[in-house]
């Protein structure tokens, strides 16, 4: 039995009879405390004064709540701060200054689980993750000697999280005060576009850092005090450094010059690309500019220039998807559809159906808002709406042009969905993507933007629906026992006796307890029966 179940049995706030009924049901001694909560015997509310009072008096530690994932850590630390008269902060809210975690040694803050907040002219406010060790409170007072600590609450992990990233900006503190120098001393003007120049040092160290963690994308955003660089990591943003706001100026001026940018425009979104070489190997970086309230915002695609040449086969997809997609690929004429959300690989799919497709016997074209790899034997077209040129205009001058195959990068508006169901009737193979969350939907989705049923049941070969999903991260995988509520959601997929594992979260995988990804996909063939199906309006669960 675990330790607060226990107490809480002790203190004859439950009994034995109770914790039987529950036992009966199959549920195991981890799962206990949760399914006394949820059948509520325990509520929710009373567990949690219970545990505050428990910490209070000294019974428990803050750690305890690491082995009772179900309870809300900050509702709990919440409640606590309000009995204790503190304030809890969450720190993902606040825009902090890190400039005061600066001033003393980081591992002294990590050893006492603590954050430096604000000061004003009387007190430094700074979060501990708990609050009732009066030893780290003493330790951080020592470290600033000057001003009396107000004591504060905040999560344990979102402390650690922040000391982290202090340690990742000190990595790269010879470089900023470097760029620091070359701004007072204006030597950044007079070395010009020399590639010494500390900004530029840093800006490889950026991209290196981003692609080192298998970033898609970097994201450069101005906050009041700082300039905040993350990186898309398996689908997810985390941030990989954090900059005093003087940086952020020359750091954007230098990116939109090597993109061919106007630097003095800061009104207007401005898109562009360069190419760099990282780590020995040559990728293409696409920027893109917003306006915002504290600046721009700076967002650059990672290209992968080897990427390009992936084959279908290795792209994920099960061994029945990919004999089907390839069929599909190598029909005659009619539409060939890619569908799911952003950022689901579509655009990599499109790329590995074109590397099946190109040879020297047919002309293949793709129109592409923007153009995202250069590849061999393909005439790649870029949209440009500026000259007039959108998909619906670039896919009429293109059945101009005598191709057998056509990819077009997005079907956005029914305008190019008719013209690309046109070349698909009239001898053409056309690929594309669609945003639909299955491939039974890219039906409907078609016939809600205006294309006859008709015209779809003749076009249409198949429909591919794809989605990426993170994988455990190997290196910290480790059995667990999921709460029973995740269990009872899927219960009706489990096979006997399932094991489950979780990423516990290493320097491998930057703690997230994940490492890359893995495609899952549906592809559905266009047969005979569909086909009579479509051109009869059939409903889509029909």
């Known amino acids: 039995m675990d330790k607060i179940t226990e107490d809480l049995f002790k203190a004859g706030h439950i009994n034995e009879i109770q914790m039987e009924r529950i036992r009966s049901r199959g549920v195991s001694e981890e799962n206990l405390l949760e399914t006394l909560v949820k059948v509520s015997v325990v509520s929710a509310n009373f567990l949690k004064r219970f545990i505050v009072e428990q910490l209070k008096r000294g019974a428990y530690t803050i750690d305890i709540l690491d082995e009772y994932p179900f309870v ?10 309000e009995s204790l008269n503190l304030t809890f902060i969450d720190l993902d809210s606040r825009d902090i200054d890190y400039r005061l975690a600066e001033r003393v040694p980081l591992n002294q803050l990590q050893r006492a689980v603590a954050m430096p907040v604000a000061e004003d002219d009387l007190h430094i406010t700074v979060a501990f993750g708990d609050p009732l060790n009066i030893q780290s409170q003493e330790l951080v007072q020592r470290l600033f000697p000057r001003k009396p600590i107000t004591v504060a609450i905040a999560t344990q992990a979102q402390i650690r999280s922040y000391l982290n990233k ?24 007079a070395k010009g576009e020399e590639e010494s120049s500390a900004i530029l040092k840093l800006i490889e160290v950026i991209l290196r850092q981003s692609i080192n963690s298998r970033g898609s994308d970097i994201h450069i955003e101005p906050t009041e005090k700082n300039c905040v660089v993350r990186a898309r990591i398996d689908g997810h943003l ?5 900059f005093d706001k003087d940086i952020y100026p020359p750091l954007v001026s230098r990116m939109k010059l090597l993109s061919n940018l106007d630097i003095a425009e800061k009104r207007k979104p401005q898109d562009g690309r360069f190419s760099a070489m990282v780590a020995d190997r040559e990728f293409d970086f696409r920027i893109s500019t917003l306006p915002i309230l504290t600046g721009e915002s700076i967002v650059m695609r990672i290209l992968d220039k080897s990427k390009v040449m992936i084959k279908l086969e290795d792209s994920g997809m099960s061994p029945h998807n990919y004999k089907h997609l390839v069929n599909a690929l190598h029909a005659p004429y009619g539409i060939v559809l890619v569908t799911g959300p952003t950022g689901s690989g579509k655009t990599t799919t499109l790329y590995g159906a074109l590397n099946e497709l190109r040879n020297v016997e047919e002309k293949i074209i793709t129109v592409e808002d923007p153009v995202e790899y250069r590849m061999n034997l393909v005439q790649q077209v870029q949209v440009s709406v500026k000259a007039g040129l959108d998909f619906a205009a670039a896919l009429r001058s293109i059945l101009r042009q005598d191709p057998d195959k056509i990819m077009i990068g997005e079907i956005r508006d029914q305008e190019t969905l008719r013209i690309a169901i046109q070349a698909a009737l009239t001898g053409h193979l056309v690929i594309s993507t669609l ?24 076009a ?5 629906a794809q989605r990426l999903v993170r994988k455990i991260c190997s290196a910290c995988k ?18 006997d006796s399932p094991q489950f594992y979780r990423g516990k979260g290493c320097r491998e995988c930057n703690g997230s307890g994940f490492m890359g990804r893995e495609m899952l996909s549906e592809v559905m063939m266009i047969s005979e029966a569909i086909s009579s199906l479509i051109a009869n309006d059939a409903s889509k669960d029909e």
């Open 238 to 242: 985390q941030e990989i450094f954090i």
């Open 478 to 495: 480790e059995r667990y026992e999921p709460t029973q509520s995740i269990i009872e959601e899927v219960a009706q997929y489990l096979p």
């Open 460 to 464: 249409l070969v198949a429909v591919q």
């Open 435 to 458: 945003h639909t969350n299955d491939a039974v939907s890219a039906i409907s989705r078609m016939s809600d933007m205006g294309i006859e049923s008709y015209l779809i049941s003749g």
């Open 166 to 189: 202090i340690e990742i900006k000190d990595s790269v503190k010879g470089l900023v005060s470097e760029i620091r120098n070359e701004l007072t001393s204006n030597t950044g003007a």
């Open 72 to 81: 809300n850590k900050q509702s709990l630390l919440m409640h606590l701060a």
